[in-house]
């Protein structure tokens, strides 16, 4: 095995070993030590295996990190997010470039499940990926369960 250099996610951290996933091949690599890293932390970094059995990786370089916040707004969607999602079916999303970097993704979601979808969104692991990729440093999600809007926006700094 080689080197690698990419942009991976933080997806486990404890004192003596990390668990990093690439953001763009979903591969994953055992960190043999963890060089003060925290859960959803983003480095853009190589990686290499340790030998002499190339089972776990060590962090080589690092170019640049970043943590990606998670917030849980109590805003109600744009009007603008609203219309998009009345312009969906239920279980469907819009996706949208926001002017200049980030991303909008606006879900359609069945009665009585806004705040369930809500809270997955914020639990899932790929969201942070997905800002990782995006470049975003912000992830804000905001619902109306009124009308079964929840929006997904992920932020630059």
Known sequence: MTEKTGTFVVTHAESDSAVVRDVETAQVHTLASNPDLEVSD??????????????????????????????????EPTQHEKTLAS??????????????TGELHVFRVPDGEVEAAAEDVLGDEETIAR???????????????????????????
């Open 42 to 75: 983003v480095l853009e970094a190589t990686v290499a295996p340790e030998p002499p059995l190339e089972v776990t990786w060590e962090v080589i370089d690092v170019a640049d990190r970043r943590s990606i916040e998670l917030v849980d707004s109590d805003l």
């Open 87 to 100: 312009e969906t079916e239920v279980g469907d999303f819009v996706q949208e470039e926001r002017a200049g």
């Open 131 to 157: 800002a990782a990729r995006l470049e975003a440093v912000r992830v804000e999600v905001r619902r109306s369960a009124d009308e079964g809007v929840l929006s997904v926006r992920y932020l630059p700094d």
